[in-house]
T-cell receptor, first 114, second 111 residues
Framework: AAGVIQSPRHLIKEKRETATLKCYPI?????VYWYQQGPGQDPQFLIS???????DKGSIPDRFSAQQFSDYHSELNMSSLELGDSALYFC?????????????FGSGTRLTVV | GENVEQHPSTLSVQEGDSAVIKCTYS??????FPWYKQELGKGPQLIID?????GEKKDQRIAVTLNKTAKHFSLHITETQPEDSAVYFC??????????FGTGTSLTVIP
């Protein structure tokens, strides 16, 4: 079965650079979620989109922005990168906003800021 | 917002023994409680979930119990196997959109 696809798998950036992470949800899923997981930490909710509109907002820094496109894929744009942004970034998708509980995570993008 | 606490942070068991991981939550309105297994370098995988209108749910060697009054829920793994070794996260959700995760339990099953 198709899963949530994230790209790239690994990304190395320097401080103050920008990064774009992409997420392709499971086909027919219309809701996308972004989480940040620091080393040894639990995943922290950043933001979610339903039907291309922002749905919920968590602890996403102002330096980050995200959007969901017409084909339901999503991109997380990160600017003015800081060392503390080094983390695993997970995308998850589900069908229906709040209607079908339990969503599927992708394998993540490991961002390293040097 | 919701606050989820998880214990223990690390757990070692002999193969074949049972493992129990416990979580508490703060928001009595939370109504959905999934458990995720995360292996190294991979995304969290849903292994079992429970809704607030159910007290217990089983799936083969895995079971979850929920005590709404006490606001705690537990994961039980019986007949543990080495491949059960991973980090396990509990989570709580009100809307089914935003999940609040516990801090994780690193489970090691010793052959």
């Amino acid at each position: 079965a198709a899963g949530v696809i994230q790209s790239p798998r690994h990304l190395i950036k320097e401080k103050r650079e920008t990064a774009t992470l992409k997420c392709y949800p499971i086909p027919r899923h219309d809701t996308v979620y972004w989480y940040q997981q620091g080393p040894g930490q639990d995943p922290q909710f950043l933001i979610s989109f339903y039907e291309k509109m922002q749905s919920d907002k968590g602890s996403i820094p102002d330096r980050f922005s995200a959007q969901q496109f017409s084909d339901y894929h999503s991109e997380l744009n990160m600017s003015s990168l800081e060392l503390g942004d080094s983390a695993l970034y997970f995308c998850a998708s589900s069908l229906g906003r709040g209607r079908n509980y339990g969503y599927t995570f992708g394998s993540g993008t490991r961002l390293t800021v040097v | 917002g919701e606050n989820v606490e998880q214990h223990p942070s690390t757990l070692s068991v002999q193969e074949g023994d049972s493992a129990v991981i416990k979580c508490t939550y703060s928001d009595s309105a939370s109504n959905y409680f999934p458990w995720y297994k995360q292996e190294l370098g991979k995304g969290p995988q849903l292994i079992i979930d429970i809704r607030s209108n159910v007290g217990e749910k089983k799936d083969q060697r895995i079971a979850v119990t929920l005590n709404k009054t006490a606001k705690h829920f537990s994961l039980h793994i019986t007949e543990t196997q080495p491949e059960d070794s991973a980090v396990y996260f509990c989570a709580a959700s009100l809307t089914g959109n935003q999940f609040y995760f516990g801090t994780g339990t690193s489970l090691t099953v010793i052959p």
